[in-house]
């Protein structure tokens, strides 16, 4: 199966929503797990990372947790805005994978005004 | 800070067309890589380069091929383009392999095959 599965976008908000964007892994271990973000017309940069168990990375407002129960690492941001509309894409780094970046398919925001 | 630079952004190609996509980084990263970004498929791995004459598959590397002569590029050469290359392809460089730190990505380079 797929090493990485988020949900399927479009997700469509209002300004001042709650975002929650599902992300599931597969893998043995302890992967390093990691949210990037596309801009429109951009290349992907980092948003945040958890390197462990029950880390919380965090950066801009949005934090997700690894939960090594669940297998996920799902991205949250309590109000999202307008400029945050982009393509989120979750990855992981395993040794199974030979330490590369696996992503998943991206999940297209769009945050309406 | 360049960081890591693609050309062309843009590129219509015909069937059995060559041609060769430039990706330089000036951040004097070891690890280097090209995805693709196909609809709904996320990026996949095409090759990837740890050092200056190292290469070595990703993923999907079938009609590709590329070369890493210096530290500073990684070209991706197309040899008999066709229709299923249509996709839009990142170059990516990092300081230590896949996740220990940071990939900084390219913009992009949207190619089409007709």
């Known amino acids: 199966g797929d090493s990485v599965t988020q949900m399927e976008g479009p997700v469509t908000l209002s300004e001042e929503a709650f975002l929650t964007i599902n992300c599931t892994y597969t893998?043995?271990?302890?992967?390093?797990l990691f949210w990037y973000v596309q801009y429109p017309g951009e290349g992907l940069q980092l948003l945040l990372k958890?390197?462990?168990?029950?880390d919380k990375g965090s950066n801009k407002g949005f934090e997700a947790t690894y939960r090594k129960e669940t297998t996920s690492f799902h991205l949250e941001k309590g109000s999202v805005q307008v400029s945050d509309s982009a393509v989120y894409f979750c990855a992981l780094s395993a040794m199974e994978y030979g330490n590369k970046l696996v992503f998943g398919a991206g999940t297209i925001l769009r945050v309406k005004s | 800070n360049a960081g890591v630079t693609q050309t062309p952004k843009f590129r219509i190609l015909k069937i059995g067309q060559s041609m060769t996509l430039q990706c330089t980084q000036d951040?004097?990263?070891?690890?280097m890589y090209w995805y693709r970004q196909d609809p709904g498929m996320g990026l996949k791995l095409i090759y990837y380069?740890?050092?200056?004459?190292?290469?070595d598959k990703g993923e999907v590397p079938n009609g590709y091929n590329v070369s890493r002569s210096t530290t500073e590029d990684f070209p991706l050469r197309l040899e008999l383009a066709a229709p299923s290359q249509t996709s839009v392809y990142f170059c990516?460089?990092?300081?230590?392999?896949?996740?220990?730190?940071?990939?900084?990505f390219g913009q992009g380079t949207r190619l089409t095959v007709v």
């Open positions: 951040m004097n990263h070891n690890y």
């Open positions: 990516a460089s990092s300081y230590e392999q896949g996740g220990r730190t940071e990939a900084f």
């Open positions: 893998a043995t271990g302890y992967p390093s």
């Open positions: 380069s740890v050092g200056a004459g190292i290469t």
């Open positions: 958890a390197t462990k168990a029950d």
